[in-house]
């Protein structure tokens, strides 16, 4: 057994030579599909129906994005609403996380711990059991198809993660210059204000994209807690406009869902080095 | 005794103010706390623990949402039935753990894999790191979208390269097919998770400390032993954190299997999140998608109660 285990490090070149072969099929598997979904949203739809499939549009055209942007009631209208919701639960993310991540980060209270627990705990409830009910509760307060009920909603999603992610920055503001604030005669609220909200705008950044993907992505609560289609966000806009229909149209749907998931990548890009981050700082203090 | 509960009367009085006000005379941490944490409580307070609470009093009602209101105490009912006579629910259940433990172990084994290999010095590592994530970060419903479309029984492409590279002999319709369906969503689903493991496992891989490795590589360890006694240790934590969470997620997945097909054919893919909702939204039984909640959130805290105890264990 023993024997037959080589040290690959004396064998450079193969070593070197199976890196790269394993990596480019996994990197097959892990871009294909996206290449293929760009691909097919350049191509005329009934290209997309082609066997066997041109792997690269013989014809490309933008056609199928023009059609897309032009489509007032349908792509129009669910990503209008969807820059909406996921703005707003954000904003609100960000608002009502900041105070709540430093309370843990520097208060000393009754019952710290066991609540820092339950926020944690809340985002293990699967979503389907939850929104049963939520549905009769929307509909009681009439909150049903409004932006209001997505937010607080999709908010409630981003919470744990959002206190979570700013309890750690606010541990790594240098205590000492708060506590030389305190003694200057500055309020607690006058330390988060004017001190420590500056210190840690990366993690308040994060915390705002990490809102806006959930919100953006999010189908359950967008398809449950809505009924009309002018309240519908993207992603049960597309399910209904798409999902079930007796013809697919291939090409405006990989054309539309390039254009809806531009925003998260890019998004995901400029938060990924904050959001390492930010599970770091989170960690530190276990 | 009168004495005692004076005294304690007295001093918790005082407790009281201290509660609230430090010695300086200034608002005590304690009611900041209440303050900072007063918004972020009463949020998941109305979406999540009040229908969570109202799920468990609705479980022991007809509650339906065709005739709100008028629920009426049918005690176990829900739960005789579900247990004894609905062979859905059970197909529900078994789907759900294949969906999962396929899902989990597949995403694993590919994150690990590309881990390592990105862990590696290789040229453009920096930017594959970064685009290998894009897969994770694509909407659910569109993920949905690009499986339905690739395994098309007619003109998609995964049927089109098996039969070229002669696989398979003729087209497979996967969505229509009993035995294919759960394959097919398995696979969409593993595409979908494995960037996230890739980044966990990356972060955990960067500080596996070098100066085992060579140690170990002067003792003559080979490339096995190393792996097998020093880096799967280090990572034995993120490992644990990191499967726990998937086998949670993917347990409650709903996005990708609604989009696809919806629990078809013939419950070939029905899972609980599909079947709970359908019961809610579709059949609106509130009363008897709850009681499916509550035996499914009996089961969540049975499995966190042993996983923890199997971390500190």
């Known amino acids: ?286 | 005794m009168q004495h005692m509960a004076f005294s304690n009367a007295h001093s918790s009085g005082r407790r009281l103010r201290g509660l609230l006000f430090s010695r300086q005379g200034r608002l005590s941490d304690n009611l900041y706390a209440l303050f900072f944490l007063a918004p972020v409580l009463v949020i998941l307070t109305i979406v999540i623990f009040y229908p969570l609470v109202r799920v468990l009093s609705y479980s022991v009602t007809n509650a339906s949402l065709l005739f709100p209101n008028r629920e009426e105490y049918i005690g176990l009912e829900n739960f005789d039935y579900l247990l004894n006579q609905d062979a859905i629910f059970r197909t529900a259940v078994k789907n759900t753990l294949v969906f999962t433990f396929f899902s989990v172990m597949g995403g694993f084994a590919l994150g690990f894999a590309l881990a390592l290999l990105l862990n590696e010095n290789i040229p453009l590592r920096n930017v594959l790191r970064g685009a290998a994530l894009i897969p994770w970060v694509i909407p659910g419903v569109i993920v949905a979208l690009m499986t339905l479309y690739m395994f098309n029984g007619e003109v998609g492409i995964i049927n089109y390269t098996l039969k070229s590279v002669g696989l398979i002999e003729e087209f497979i319709p996967w969505f229509g097919s009993l035995d294919h369906a759960m394959l097919a969503v398995i696979i969409a689903n593993i595409w979908n998770q494995t960037p996230f493991y890739m980044l966990m496992l990356l972060a955990g891989l960067q500080t596996r400390p070098d100066e085992l490795m060579e140690a170990a590589k002067i003792d003559g360890a080979g490339s096995w032993a190393r792996f097998r006694h020093i880096t799967l240790p280090h990572l034995s934590k993120v490992i644990m954190i990191i499967t726990a969470l998937m086998v949670i997620w993917n347990f409650n997945n709903f996005d990708l299997i609604w989009t696809t097909t919806q629990g078809g054919p013939v419950n070939a893919t029905m899972v609980l999140s599909v079947y709970t909702y359908r019961q809610a939204f579709v059949s609106f039984n509130t009363g008897y998608a709850s009681a499916i909640a509550v035996l499914w959130l009996l089961g969540l805290l049975a499995f966190s109660y042993f996983y923890i105890r199997a971390m500190e264990g």
């Open chain 1, 1 to 286: 057994m023993l024997s037959l285990d080589l040290d690959l490090d004396q064998y450079p070149r193969f070593k070197r030579s199976a890196t790269i072969i394993l990596l480019l099929l996994l990197m097959v598997f892990i871009f294909f599909p996206t290449f293929w979904m760009l691909s097919t949203s350049l191509k005329p739809n009934e290209d997309a129906f082609a066997v066997p499939p041109h792997w690269i549009p013989q014809q490309v055209t933008l056609k199928n994005y023009e059609t897309q942007i032009n489509d007032r009631s349908g792509f129009r209208n669910y990503f209008r609403n969807g820059v909406v919701v996921s703005a707003g639960t954000a904003l609100v993310s960000i608002l009502v996380s900041m105070p709540a991540g430093y309370a843990f980060a520097r208060l000393r209270f009754r019952g710290k711990r066991t609540l820092l627990l339950i926020i944690l705990a809340s985002q293990m409830f699967p979503a389907v059991i939850i929104v049963i009910t939520l549905y009769s509760l929307y509909r009681e307060i009439k909150i049903l198809d409004t932006y209001q009920g997505l937010i607080l909603a999709f908010t409630s999603f981003s919470i744990p993660f959002s206190v979570w992610m700013l309890r750690g920055f606010c541990e790594s503001v240098p205590e000492e210059i708060e506590e030389a604030a305190f003694v200057d005669g500055c309020s607690r609220l006058g330390i988060l204000w004017r001190i420590v909200i500056p210190l840690i705008k990366p993690g308040l950044v994060a915390v705002g994209l990490f809102s806006f993907l959930n919100a953006w992505n999010n189908l359950l609560f967008a398809l449950s807690l809505t009924t009309r289609l002018e309240m519908r966000t993207i992603p049960p806009g597309f399910l209904l406009t798409y999902v079930g229909e007796f013809q697919y149209k291939w090409s405006d749907m990989f054309a539309g869902s390039a254009l809806v998931t531009l925003p998260t990548v890019i998004l995901f890009i400029g938060l990924q080095r904050f959001l390492v981050k930010g599970l770091m700082a989170g960690a530190v203090k276990g």
